[in-house]
């Protein structure tokens, strides 16, 4: 009785072993396989930033700019560090994920989206604010030397502007 008791004991204690390792390993792939999806166009890779998508020693500045002045047929935001020549960032990111990052930090509301359009009375602002299920204007996100930052369908700053760090972090400033 005791060695069918140890025996059942010992079976199951490898069915869960099994179990976790296969789950650990399903893991590992899903992270693996998830890594910034890439799409190439006119030689530009347009990626969703990793966290720490430039490797330094210590968290650098990052200037965004939209690709657009640089290339009017392009779309999305280019992502500059120190030594990256004009109009050739080291990457460029999405409208997608730029909603999600401003979502996240309060700079969009949950029920806002993004869409590309140019703002005829300022440069700096290329992608529309829509809100709710009929896409109502609510404003635009702007980027200059300073950051990102919304204005209001009359050109009002809201006041709050975030800048991106080579970390992944954003940072509030004035």
Known sequence: METTLTDTRRSFAILAMLVLLAGLLLRILQVALSGAATVVTKNINIAVPTPAFIPTSQPTFVRLEWISQCDPAQQGLAL???GDNPCQPRQTASLAWLQ???????????????????D?????????????????????????????????????????????????????SQ
């Open 100 to 118: 999600s990052q401003l979502t996240t930090k309060g700079l969009l509301a949950s029920t806002e989206y993004l869409e590309w359009m140019a």
């Open 120 to 172: 005829p009375a300022n440069a700096a602002c290329r992608a529309a604010v829509l809100a709710g299920p009929g896409g109502a204007p609510a404003g635009w996100v702007c980027a200059d030397w300073r950051g990102i930052y919304r204005v209001d369908t009359t050109g009002q700053d809201a006041g709050k502007r975030l800048q991106f760090w080579s970390d992944g972090n954003w940072v509030q």
């Open 80 to 82: 500059y560090v120190v």
